[in-house]
C-alpha cells in the first residue's frame, strides 16, 4: 500500500468514524442506546487500526529481514547507513508492539495509534527507497 493510499485510509478512516458520531448524536435515541453505539463505533475504530498495526508490524519485520539480506553484499558508508536505518526500525517496531500492548489492555489513545501507523509507514518507505539505491 503506497503512502498516498494509507493517509487516505486514515484520513477516511476518522471522517468515517466522525460522520458516524455525528449521525448518532443527531439520531432521537435514549441516551442508553447512544452511548452503547458511540462504544461500538468507537470498538470498531480501534479494530481497524488494531489490525492495520499488525500489517505494519509484519511489513517491517519483512522490510528489516530483506535489509539484512542486503546489508551483507554492501560495505563502507552503505554499509554503516543501512545498519542505522535498520535499527531505526527496529525502534520502529518496538513501539508498534508496544502500542498493540496497549490496544489490548485498553489503554492506547488515538494520538498514539495515528502516530505509531504514520511513523511505521514512514521507516518501511524509508527503508525500502534506501535499499533500492
Known amino acids: 500500500m503506497g503512502k498516498t493510499a494509507k493517509k487516505f485510509a486514515i484520513g477516511a478512516l476518522v471522517a468515517g468514524a ?12 435514549s441516551g442508553k442506546e447512544t452511548r452503547k453505539d458511540i462504544k ?10 488494531e489490525k492495520q498495526l499488525k500489517k505494519l508490524h509484519t511489513e ?9 539480506e542486503e546489508a551483507t553484499t554492501v ?3 552503505a554499509r554503516e547507513d543501512l545498519d542505522a536505518a535498520v535499527s531505526k526500525t527496529y525502534a ?3 513501539k508498534v ?9 485498553g ?3 488515538d494520538k498514539e495509534l495515528k502516530k505509531a501507523i504514520d511513523d511505521a509507514t514512514k521507516s518501511i518507505d524509508h527503508l525500502k527507497k534506501y535499499m533500492t539505491k
Do not use: C, Q, W
Not at 40 to 49: F, R
Not at 60 to 68: D, H
Open 60 to 68: 517491517l519485520n519483512s522490510a528489516i529481514s530483506k535489509a539484512k
Open 92 to 94: 520502529v517496531k518496538e
Open 75 to 77: 560495505k563502507g558508508k
Open 40 to 49: 461500538d463505533a468507537t470498538a470498531k475504530t480501534v479494530t481497524e487500526a
Open 107 to 109: 489503554k492506547a489513545d
Open 97 to 105: 508492539r508496544e502500542v498493540l500492548s496497549a490496544v489490548h489492555e
Open 18 to 29: 466522525a460522520g458516524y458520531v455525528a449521525g448518532i448524536l443527531t439520531a432521537p435515541k
